[in-house]
T-cell receptor, first 114, second 111 residues
Framework: DQQVKQNSPSLSVQEGRISILNCDYT??????FLWYKKYPAEGPTFLIS?????DKNEDGRFTVFLNKSAKHLSLHIVPSQPGDSAVYFC?????????????FGKGITLSVRP | NAGVTQTPKFQVLKTGQSMTLQCAQD?????MYWYRQDPGMGLRLIYY???????DKGEVPNGYNVSRLNKREFSLRLESAAPSQTSVYFC??????????FGPGTRLTVL
């Protein structure tokens, strides 16, 4: 039962342009939606999040959009920079009592060309 | 603050050998997690510990055991390693309902 789908495994954009990364999910019980960034040989690092009661959250060059009716999450990076080249994971947080667990997508490899 | 630390960084085992992966966090978080990352598979939860003294199975627990030694430390044990357990293992910690913080990972190869 695949709860999270990242349909495009890779994306290549020119420096200065917009990068749009997408995730679809099936479980409507998720409370919180997150994006993680991962460089090679490092652990994932938290990038940005949005709660289920909002549809947009901005942090500098990064904006996350949530469309609950379509069960769709996206990350916009504007302008893209070569240092943004990494693997990006969408993740979905569900809290049940004393337990909170993340469900991760398979990741999207972003390459930003100078 | 070191955040989440993991040891060792790299390990090569032969099939059938055992080993323990160590994880420690200094953020006073209640919850800790073990994941494995395989190519094209994302991060999959092996075991987690919502609080000191409790552990629960995640998505892929078979072949692993865990110990929540105290609030800071959460170890993952492979009793009899198999080639299918070749992977990169990440430990993470969090407060309930908030983002997780990850360690740098352990690259394990089982021959």
């Amino acid at each position: 039962d695949q709860q999270v789908k990242q349909n495009s495994p890779s994306l290549s954009v020119q420096e200065g342009r917009i990068s749009i990364l997408n995730c679809d999910y099936t479980n409507s019980m998720f409370d919180y939606f997150l994006w993680y960034k991962k460089y090679p040989a490092e652990g994932p690092t938290f990038l940005i999040s949005i709660s289920s009661i909002k549809d947009k959250n901005e942090d500098g060059r990064f904006t996350v959009f949530l469309n609950k009716s379509a069960k769709h999450l996206s990350l916009h990076i504007v302008p893209s920079q070569p240092g943004d080249s990494a693997v990006y994971f969408c993740a979905f947080l569900g809290v049940t009592g004393a337990n909170s667990k993340l469900t991760f997508g398979k990741g999207i490899t972003l390459s930003v060309r100078p | 603050n070191a955040g989440v630390t993991q040891t060792p960084k790299f390990q090569v085992l032969k099939t059938g050998q055992s080993m323990t992966l160590q994880c420690a966090q200094d953020m006073n978080h209640n919850s800790m997690y073990w994941y494995r990352q395989d190519p094209g598979m994302g991060l999959r939860l092996i075991y987690y510990s919502a609080s000191e003294g409790t552990t629960d199975k995640g998505e892929v627990p078979n072949g692993y055991n865990v110990s929540r030694l105290n609030k800071r430390e959460f170890s993952l044990r492979l009793e009899s390693a198999a080639p299918s357990q070749t992977s990169v293992y990440f430990c993470a910690s969090s407060e309930i309902g908030y983002e997780q913080f990850f360690g740098p990972g352990t690259r394990l190869t089982v021959l």
